[in-house]
């Protein structure tokens, strides 16, 4: 008979024998940050997450240093919308002037800049609109403006989530061209067309007036495909590379991360995190274990990075485990 069983005799046996370890190391926080003065306004379909004005950040940024968490993902909300989303490439944005804030009190913090448009345009697409069509190219031209901008108010990281082909070699060259040879680009590489993302479109004000992302999103039950994508950004230059959303794509990552040796990120997104909330809150699951096996089974699917709304909540947990 073969005895498994030996090796579970007790936790230090069973942490002997272990295979995957979640380290606040790999814990990416996302932040939304949103125009105005004195707001900290609770997303209500996301407990625990809020929506800051910059003069109020700083509560925020001191819970994130004494977590120990090391790295946020930047999300900027902006007063005024327009077509082409002028704010994101205003210099003097919301989230360029956030993270000129978040540099200047905490240097070695990395920050991680979304780069999309939906946040920024009056109707919620992730590119330009022709006649209900979502240009790509041009597009691409605005998403080069907007990394250079957030480059040089001194995001450490620029994060494309719009799904646009070609950007990451666009970005790449922008960014080279104006000497920021040493950013990094986490391209959002395989980021499918998912229901999960509900809560954050409340957050980020940025669901699409009209239509879907369909167009530009990946579909959800495409492997293969996801694959091409993934090999695409490689070659295009970036430095990391996405899976989102995380648990329902699990699959995805664990293929992609045996198959390329790159740094993975997934994106444990926001109707994964309000799940997990409203279970808990009623008492129906304990919040802490979830979350930490969920965390355990994205790193043992291959995942370095895991960016989570959770990631303040979790390193606190893995401290006491
Ligand atoms: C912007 C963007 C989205 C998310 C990250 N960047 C929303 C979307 O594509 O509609 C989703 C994050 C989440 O749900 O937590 N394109
Ligand atoms: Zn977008």
Not at 74 to 89: L, N, Q, R, T, V
Not at 261 to 280: D, L, W
Request: glycine share 6%; with cysteine; aromatic share 8%.
């Amino acid at each position: 008979m073969k005895r498994f069983r030996r090796l579970r005799t007790n936790e230090n046996m069973r942490s002997l024998v272990r295979e995957t370890y979640v380290s606040k190391n790999d814990l990416m926080y996302p932040i939304f940050v949103i125009e105005g003065n004195n707001i900290k306004d609770e997303v209500s379909s996301m407990p625990g997450i809020y929506r800051y004005s910059v003069d109020r950040l700083d509560e925020e940024l001191e819970r994130i240093k004494s977590s120990g968490i090391r790295s946020i993902l930047i999300f900027g909300i902006p007063a005024h919308k327009d077509e082409k989303g002028s704010e994101a490439y205003n210099d003097n944005g919301v989230t360029q002037t956030a993270i000129r804030h978040i540099k200047k009190k905490y240097p070695r913090l990395i920050v991680a800049a979304d780069v999309c448009l939906c946040e920024y345009t009056s109707h919620g697409h992730c590119g330009v609109v022709h006649d209900s069509c979502i240009d790509n190219d041009e597009t691409i031209e605005l998403l080069c403006k907007m990394s250079v901008s957030m480059a040089k108010a001194g995001a450490d990281i620029i994060a494309p989530s719009d799904m646009m082909d070609g950007r990451v070699e666009a970005i790449r060259s922008a960014l080279d061209k104006e000497g920021f040879i040493n950013i990094v680009i986490m391209a959002y590489s395989a980021k499918f067309s998912s229901a999960y993302y509900g809560p954050f479109r409340e957050a980020a004000d940025s669901a699409p007036q009209f239509g879907d992302r369909k167009s530009y999103q990946m579909d959800v039950a495409n492997g293969n495909e996801a694959l091409r994508e993934i090999e695409t950004d490689i070659e295009e230059g970036a430095d990391i590379v996405m899976v989102k959303p995380a648990l329902a794509f699990l699959d995805i990552l664990k293929e992609a991360s045996l198959t390329y040796n790159m740094p993975f990120a997934v994106y444990n997104v926001s109707g994964e995190y309000a799940m997990v909330k409203a279970a808990a809150e009623k008492g129906w699951i304990d919040e802490k274990k979830i979350v930490l096996e969920n965390m355990t089974a994205m790193k043992r699917a291959g995942a370095k990075i895991i960016i989570t709304y959770h990631a303040l909540d979790a390193a606190k947990w893995l401290e006491e485990q």
